[in-house]
């Protein structure tokens, strides 16, 4: 079989440039036998990325003999990403370098009713002033990820269908020419596991699936180190999986919704049912709960055994390494994990507490504007492309 020499060396300086990332400084020759190539490979390959300024020469180490090495160091601010990620009511907006840390962190708000065209027009206009105020040229960003929320093809760049945005079929594609660097599409929730799996709780390791909870349920899955999309791109839609037969009424019109019981939304109906009292927000329910109104306390109990019941489907479908709990009931979970950890495994003949850890998110409301941000860079410079 041929090889194609134009692959081996995208390889190779994908290898290069991770492994600089993590260690940032390394001599040529101590490259060479990390990746197992040879030092003329590792010089050319280098040389090229000292010219597009992702590598620059740092100095030389001290001699074993023979001529000194050339110390060779990764430029972290030598290219950028951006994220956008389009919520109701508000799009922001992350600049990001090649070491996924936030630069620059902005937001614009929106009017729901407005069209697609417009609001990129207002996305060009905040990343224009963005770039001015950061002194970035344009020429240095690698790409920019959206991160939508609603059904998106991210081979065709098609937001397929969004509810809350009131919007569908958008073609990303037409909103290029606007752009000096490609466009990235992808659902809010994969976005989101993309950045616990690339910088948060899950730090590279595979096979997990994230929950966001909010108003509404998400998931994102990543398998085998990309985003599990399933074959219509809609893999994922967990919050929709009946958990109890004819049970409570859920927004798509289904009954019995994991989404109907385990949503914000469904915990403050749930004590508002209760206690006949109605409760604003979800931080007012725990505050009743920590100070021990027994109303909550029994309402957070039932809440946790229905998220329980959905916790042992996923472990069952997907066998995965971490569940991750992310969205806003993430800000609370200190109170809730271990009892969710306790009765997903108490009793449980088929799976155990070694074989999947159930973690909160760490990226927390950053995690969909993180991840959108970090697909065009992952892309770029990564061995394993997660998109
Ligand atoms: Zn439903």
């Known amino acids: 079989m041929k090889v194609d020499q134009s692959v081996i060396k995208d390889i190779n300086r994908r290898k290069i440039m991770s492994l600089l990332r993590r260690k940032k400084k390394m001599t040529k020759s101590e490259l060479g036998k990390a990746i197992n190539v040879s030092l003329p490979t590792v010089i050319s390959n280098v040389n090229e990325l000292i010219e597009i300024g992702v590598l620059k020469e740092a100095g ?3 001699s074993t003999g023979g001529r000194r090495p050339t110390i060779v160091e990764f430029v972290k601010d030598a290219k950028y990403s951006i994220g956008v990620d ?7 907006f992350v600049l990001i370098n090649m070491n996924y840390e936030i630069i620059c962190d902005r937001l614009i708000e929106f009017d729901i009713l407005r069209d697609m065209d417009k609001m990129m027009e207002d996305v060009k206009c905040e990343i224009d002033e963005m770039l001015k105020i950061m002194n970035i040229d344009s020429s240095r960003i690698i790409g920019m990820g959206i991160s939508l929320p609603g059904t998106v093809n991210e081979k065709e760049k098609i ?5 809350n945005l009131k919007v569908d079929n958008i073609n990303f594609t037409k909103y290029e020419k606007l752009f000096d660097f490609p466009i990235y599409v992808e659902n809010e929730s994969n976005a989101a596991a993309i950045a616990e799996y690339k910088i948060g709780v899950c730090h590279n390791r595979n096979d997990m699936v994230y929950i966001s909870i909010n108003e509404g349920i998400g998931a994102g899955i990543i398998s085998r180190n990309k985003v599990y999309k399933g074959y219509n791109k809609r893999a994922g839609e967990l919050g929709h999986m009946i958990i109890v037969k004819d049970g409570a009424v859920c927004v798509c019109g289904d009954k019995g919704c994991w989404n109907a019981y385990i949503s914000e939304r469904a915990l403050l109906e749930l004590y508002c049912k ?5 409760v604003a927000s979800v931080r007012a329910f725990f505050e009743m709960y920590d100070r021990k109104d027994e109303t909550a306390i029994k309402v957070l109990d039932e809440y946790i055994e229905f998220l329980c019941a959905g916790l042992k ?13 992310g969205g806003d009931m993430a800000n609370y979970a200190g109170r809730f994990i271990e009892t969710v950890k306790v009765r997903t495994f108490n009793e449980e003949k088929l ?12 990226v927390g409301m950053n995690a969909s504007v993180m991840g959108a941000a970090i697909i065009p860079l992952n892309l770029f410079m990564e061995v394993e492309k997660v998109y």
């Open 86 to 92: 389009f919520q109701i009511g508000k799009i922001r």
């Open 274 to 278: 209760k206690s006949g009292k109605s």
């Open 351 to 362: 799976f155990s507490e070694k074989d999947v850890r159930i973690v909160v998110s760490e």
């Open 313 to 325: 489907n996923i472990i069952l479908i997907f066998d995965p390494r971490y569940i991750v709990l």
């Open 60 to 62: 030389v180490a001290s």
């Open 159 to 163: 937001l397929e269908f969004a509810a």
